[in-house]
């Protein structure tokens, strides 16, 4: 099982629609969970932080289920400006390496 | 305030020539990293360092070599360039404490012919 996995994609969605994306990891001793953005040829950049409880900012809903390893990420009202690849990122064992998906590519249509 | 800066920004090599990607960061950051990024690969640590002086290799560091000298630099040496390395290399930085959020420069693109 590799450590990350993510939805292959691409997702392909007119604006105003909900989006989710979902990821699971193997290592069961990951501490920190998080979704990052990167647009076309930029560099990644911290979405958002995912804790157990589950969080949200603005249209962005992120949920951790430590049982199953499964992250999730929600995205409502998509903008174009959501366009992007989106990365689920885990910590390993030692919690300042992040281990990366391979990203799931969403494009926000007109 | 800069944030994480990379040198250069392009590059091309011919197989078998040295080159040193530089990072810069002025965030005073204890944590730094070096990734590649290929096509279909996702990011891949290559080698890493978690204070001045100190360095340690991640999950594909045959082929480069890294050097942390000061804290605001971290190093990236391709001694034998090969095309296998021909990809994008992203430097990160990021807090002792900082719930892991790492910030990364924006990246160098090199080919090797």
């Known amino acids: 099982r590799k450590e990350v996995e993510q939805d292959p994609g691409p997702f392909n969605v007119p604006e105003g629609a909900t989006v989710a994306f979902n990821c699971t990891y193997s290592n069961s001793a990951s501490q920190s969970f998080f979704w990052y953005r990167q647009d076309c040829r930029k560099e990644p950049k911290l979405l958002m932080s995912v804790y157990s409880s589950g969080n949200e900012d603005g249209r962005f809903t992120a949920q951790l289920n430590r049982a199953s390893q499964y992250i999730s990420l929600l995205i409502r009202d998509s903008k174009l400006s959501d366009s992007a690849t989106y990365l689920c990122?885990?910590?390993?064992?030692?919690?300042?390496?992040?281990?990366f998906g391979k990203g799931t590519l969403l494009t926000v249509n007109p | 305030n800069a944030g994480v800066t990379q040198t250069p920004k392009f590059r091309v090599l011919k197989t078998g020539q040295s080159m040193t990607l530089l990072c810069a960061q002025d965030m005073n950051h204890e944590y730094m990293y070096w990734y590649r990024q290929d096509p279909g690969m996702g990011l891949r640590l290559i080698h890493y360092s978690v204070g001045e002086g100190t360095t340690a290799k991640g999950e594909v560091p045959d082929g480069y070599n890294v050097s942390r000298l000061k804290k605001q630099n971290f190093l990236l040496g391709l001694e034998s360039a090969a095309p296998s390395q021909t990809s994008v290399y992203f430097c990160?930085?990021?807090?002792?404490?900082?719930?892991?959020?790492?910030?990364f420069g924006p990246g160098t693109r090199l080919t090797v012919l």
């Open positions: 990160a930085s990021s807090y002792l404490r900082g719930g892991n959020e790492q910030f």
């Open positions: 990122v885990v910590t390993g064992g030692s919690n300042y390496k992040l281990t």
